[in-house]
């Protein structure tokens, strides 16, 4: 009985000649997801914003959008959002932060439960005040910052400061397109959107750390192999394990946004895009050859591709 095998053993493409491209357009890339954040933002969830989330279902049929806009805006409640998701009966109701702390906001709540009356059922409830949204958005960023700072310790004693500034540039470059896109598409960033944040710091980080397990143990074995021929070998060594991970991941996040409903579509999305397009690219692109740049194997002979065992890999 045969292997299914979605990748050859003896794979040899090279990798390496596209850096002279990869590394201007995530340059580019990098550049423009940097300018949307600042000149078109993030959507903020009610979790760092503030104000109140409502999930409620209608019980007779479709739900009205446009009546239930109609009578929520006529509550004084100031900014109010309907958005309809999964079912033509859910909708998602955002109320603006009121003031008066969260007195205001629990009777804010009990109007739109009175104009609503019993026509829907009410699934989530959130309310989440100021203070609370501002700190949880501080301990947010600073868990993030804490998190990028522990990978480059932990690879600098792993391997070498060149492996450990390589993962690193590699990891903010996936937040940074990360954050591009959610910029781009609108997705709520709330709590959520930092998990899925650290999951992609972590899973780009082992998909790195496994290539320059590769690598070390290639310099170590082939002293006069050059450096763009030892990590195209080692990327190609590595490629089927890539990919059959990407690929396994990929289906599960397939199926939890498509089937995961609103209050994670967020991290669903986000992950998608994360895990499964930048972290891949990033990993086999950016993470290997910048140690090139970064001086690693510096003196080896360029020019001979035997290496020293007289041995091919």
């Known amino acids: 009985m045969k292997l299914l095998r979605i990748v050859p053993d003896d794979t040899k493409f090279d990798f390496m000649r596209f850096r002279r491209?990869?590394?201007?357009?995530?340059?580019?890339?990098?550049?423009?997801?940097?300018?949307?954040y600042f000149f078109h933002g993030l959507n903020f969830g009610i979790d760092f914003r503030g104000g109140t989330l409502m999930e409620v279902q209608s019980k007779a049929g479709d739900a009205d959008l446009a009546k239930m806009r109609a009578t929520l805006g006529g509550l004084g409640l100031g900014e109010v959002q309907l958005q309809q998701f999964g079912t033509p009966r859910d909708v998602l109701i955002r109320l603006a932060e009121q003031p008066g702390g969260d007195a205001a906001q629990q009777a804010a709540v009990q109007k739109v439960r009175t104009a609503l009356g019993q026509d829907v059922e009410y699934r989530r409830v959130e309310v989440v005040g100021p203070r609370v949204s501002g700190e949880l958005l501080s301990y947010g960023v600073v868990g993030l910052m804490l998190a990028i700072f522990a990978i480059l310790i932990y690879l600098w004693f792993r391997f070498e400061w060149q492996f450990a500034l390589g993962a690193m540039i590699a990891n903010v470059?996936?937040?940074?397109?990360?954050?591009?896109?959610?910029?781009?598409?609108?997705?709520?960033?709330?709590?959520?959107?930092?998990?899925?944040?650290?999951?992609?710091?972590?899973?780009?980080?082992?998909?790195?750390?496994?290539?320059?397990?590769?690598?070390?143990?290639?310099?170590?074995?082939?002293?006069?192999m050059s450096m763009p021929d030892l990590l195209n070998a080692s990327v190609n060594q590595t490629l089927?394990?890539?990919?059959?991970t990407h690929l396994t991941v990929s289906l599960a996040l397939l199926a939890l946004l498509l089937f995961g409903g609103h209050a994670i579509h967020s991290f669903t999305a986000t992950m998608m895009f994360g895990v499964v397009l930048v972290g891949t690219y990033t990993s086999v692109f950016i993470a290997a050859p910048i140690l090139i740049y970064l001086g690693v194997g510096t003196g080896r002979d360029a020019l001979s591709a035997a290496p020293e065992r007289d041995a091919k890999p």
């Open 240 to 244: 089927s394990r890539s990919v059959i």
């Open 173 to 224: 470059h996936d937040i940074v397109l990360t954050i591009g896109f959610m910029s781009i598409t609108q997705v709520d960033f709330d709590l959520t959107s930092i998990a899925a944040l650290l999951t992609i710091l972590g899973y780009s980080l082992n998909d790195t750390v496994v290539i320059y397990d590769r690598i070390r143990e290639m310099l170590r074995r082939y002293k006069k």
């Open 21 to 36: 491209i990869s590394f201007p357009i995530s340059a580019l890339l990098s550049i423009i997801a940097i300018s949307l």
